[in-house]
């Protein structure tokens, strides 16, 4: 189970170290083991620092984040974590990326590696592209290395910000389906973080709607979508009912956000 307690986080402003960026307040949050949760939020509003937090890139300025129950201090093999930039290291090939975390001892032990590589890479859909290199792939393969850079180690807990986001529509969506079938076959504890409503939807189990800067949780709403998940559901009228209630809450929020920095919406006195 991880929890974040009573988190305030505050960075220095860059450029300028009198000013304070206030980015997360009052935040409360608890994902249990094997649960599926979506961090849904407008660009700023902290949902990286949320994430960062977690993955223990970053401590907070007050407030308490546990994982079962232990203060977490540091990054570790038990959390996973993607960005939308795959880490991978370009002189390397795909098999050598997906080997270098546990040769260098960090998670899983070593033994049967090369097998455990090759099947993950066959599960990714990589077979076959074990002895390219990074620069010969698109970006959604380079998103699968990355994947699998992470899932060798077999973490309990994946930390995944936006990993998505830079891929175009239709390789997004082969990669939510191809992330929806690893999970199917071994549920991790996964925290997802997008501003895309439909991304949220067909992945999380829960989707927390976070509000402008500084963040905290504005709502939270339970996915009861039956699973497995694909996009064959959007026209569902359970789905097209929950994405007007997530679309409805991003514009009020973003709405509230105008109104406390003095913006007026037309029709409004
Ligand atoms: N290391 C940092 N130093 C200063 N400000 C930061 C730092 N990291 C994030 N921020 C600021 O905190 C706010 C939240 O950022 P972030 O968590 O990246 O938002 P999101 O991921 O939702 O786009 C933003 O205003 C951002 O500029
Ligand atoms: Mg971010």
Known sequence: MIRLDDIDVTFPKPGDANEQVHALADLDLEI??????????????????????????????????TVDGAAVTAPGPDRGVVFQEATIFPWLSVRENVAFGPKLGRGADRSGLHERVDELLERVGLAGFGDHLPSELSGGMRQRVGLAR??????????????????????RITMQELLLELWERNRKTVLFVTHDIDEALILGDRVIVMTARPGSIRSIID?????????????????????QRLFEELRQEAQRADELMGVTHGGER
């Open 32 to 65: 249990a083991d094997r649960e599926f949760v979506c961090l849904l939020g407008p660009s700023g509003c902290g949902k990286s620092t949320a994430l960062n937090l977690i993955a223990g890139f970053t401590s907070p300025t007050s407030g308490a984040v």
């Open 150 to 171: 992470v899932l060798i180690n077999d973490p309990p807990t994946l930390l995944m910000d936006e990993p998505f986001g830079a891929l175009d529509a239709q390789t």
């Open 223 to 243: 996915v009861d979508l039956p699973r497995p998940r694909s996009y064959d559901m959007i026209t569902d009228p359970e789905y097209v009912a929950l994405r």
